[in-house]
């Protein structure tokens, strides 16, 4: 996979490319412990998260650019001629005094080099027509792949992921969608391969569902990565309270004679996109950091598959009736300890909590073990993270922020970052001995007396970085290497 064509823009018309990040790619695949350096920890950020009130609010600031392989920046929009809309420019953009959060999505791979970026297209509240308009028609394709190449290119990103809610639903002109999302996934490899460009997807999940948009070998060869989003599969449209993502199907779901409720949860829906044609590597299981709430018909009906009279209550920083965000949920767990009751579902391996007549099935450390465990056993790519602005990022329920995402990378990187890499790995300036003169030019160098360390000169600053152990900075190719491969 070819990854040239990396650019930023940092002010004006001001382009500069960092080729030299190219080769770091190498520690990704070489620093993680046990076999797994492979997976991939795919996290997406809401970025409305930004206009949360107090606590809650989630700003490009907050994210630990180390905890992740890829960012994917949510939302951009698709216009019915096929043009990308940027739905909050002000936001998004430095135009007209702009608050520029691309720009500073993006530098965060000045301070993680093997981070990658990538800008999701389309959402739920996007809908399905737009793209279907888009996906029939060979000149807006052309015009969406245009347009989305000179957007990546002019702002950083290093991929595009196509987040399509969903082929063949959702809309009145859905009949040819199956087959068009298979051409449209084409036009858009062949336009972003040249440059580099990822090309990733967010899918539905079930079998009863996937089905009906997707023919699994066709789209296969055009994307890096599936993001099977795997949750939403039990909410307060159902009609018994349910957990938002089981890990195994209940006993209750054997007793479904259509054989519906037995495909949502994790396992069925891995082994249907497996035996479907999915190969393991590139399947990135979606896990939620938020639960499903209700409100429960009566306080003695607790269990799972009780009966509820609609939504629960909403989060204080979500403001979302049915839905909790995990950092929503443990605070409100602190703020009213005593009075909530936590559960252990056994068969599906995940928590659910009531407190009177509310009621929510969510994620915690323990149930996201298992399913990075999972992933590990199944040989899966990794995992996906619906979104970072739900976990305790803040560190608020008394332990470290970031403990969901932690505890996932612990399982699949032994206790280490994605990349070996971290704060104290990358400092924005030396504090004593190498310093880039004022006049260096752009790009990486080797520390002079220590093979593993290199810097990064930019406008007179050096960041600074560590070599995972076992590896150190190759000066012929610019990245880390095998220690045995590099002359030192």
């Known amino acids: 996979m070819s990854w040239n064509g ?44 930004i206009y949360r009130p107090g606590l ?31 739905i909050d420019a002000y936001l998004d953009l430095e135009d007209n005094a702009g608050r520029g959060n691309i720009k500073a999505f993006n530098a965060l791979k000045l301070k993680n080099p093997v981070l990658k970026t990538l800008v999701a297209v389309g959402g739920w509240n996007e809908g399905s027509k737009r793209f279907s308009l888009v996906a029939s028609d060979p000149l807006k394709r052309a015009k969406f792949v245009d347009d989305v190449v000179r957007f990546l290119q002019r702002h950083g990103f290093d991929g595009l992921d196509l987040d399509w809610e969903y082929p063949g639903q959702r809309h009145s002109l859905e009949n040819a969608d199956r087959s ?74 054997a007793s479904d004679s259509l054989g519906r409720q037995q495909q949502l949860n994790v396992d069925a829906i891995v082994k249907y996109w497996l035996q479907s044609g999915a190969p393991a590597e ?39 009736p049915g839905v909790l965000g995990y950092n929503e949920l443990c605070e409100l767990m602190q703020q009213q300890e005593g009075e909530w009751t936590r559960q252990w579902e056994p068969a599906q391996k995940v928590p659910y909590a009531f407190r009177q007549r509310q009621w929510v099935g969510y994620e915690d450390p323990r149930s996201l073990s298992l399913k990075a465990q999972y992933v590990v056993d199944h040989h899966l790519g990794g995992i996906m993270i619906w979104s970072l602005e739900s976990d305790d ?15 996932i ?44 360390k290199f810097y990064y000169c930019s406008g007179g600053k050096t960041h600074n970085f560590d070599c995972p152990s076992g590896l150190n900075f190759d000066l012929d190719t610019k990245r880390c290497n095998y220690s045995g491969s590099v002359k030192c």
């Open 282 to 320: 590139k399947l990135i299981l979606g896990v939620p950091f938020y639960g499903r709430t209700f409100t429960l018909a009566t306080a003695e009906g607790n269990q799972p598959g009780s009966p509820h009279i609609g939504k629960g209550l909403a989060g204080k920083y979500s403001r979302e």
């Open 56 to 86: 809650g609010k989630f700003g490009v600031e907050d994210i630990d650019p180390f905890l992740c392989t890829h960012l994917i920046y949510a939302f951009l929009g698709i216009e019915e001629t096929g043009q990308l809309r940027v």
């Open 393 to 407: 990022f803040h560190g608020n329920c008394g332990g470290k922020p970031y403990p969901l995402l932690h505890e």
């Open 180 to 253: 068009n999302y298979i051409t449209f996934l084409k036009e858009l490899k062949e336009g972003l391969e040249p440059f580099g460009f990822l090309l990733s997807a967010a899918v539905g999940s079930a079998q009863f569902s996937a089905e009906v948009s997707y023919d699994i070998p066709a789209m296969v060869p055009y994307l890096d990565l599936i993001n099977v989003m795997a949750y939403d599969l039990h909410g307060p449209w159902d009609q018994v309270v349910g957990i938002n993502a089981p890990l195994y199907a209940s006993e209750s779901d």
């Open 6 to 49: 990396w650019l930023f823009q940092f002010s004006g018309q001001e382009m500069w490319s960092l080729t030299g990040l190219l080769g770091l790619l190498l520690l990704v695949a070489s620093s993680s412990a046990e076999g797994n350096s492979s997976k991939n920890v795919v996290c997406y950020q809401g970025t409305w998260s």
């Open 409 to 452: 990378n612990s399982v699949l990187f032994g206790g280490e970052t994605p990349s070996g890499l971290n704060l104290e790995s990358s400092k924005e300036e030396t504090t004593g001995g190498f310093s880039c003169p004022s006049d260096a030019p752009e790009g990486y160098v080797r520390d002079p007396q220590t093979c593993s």
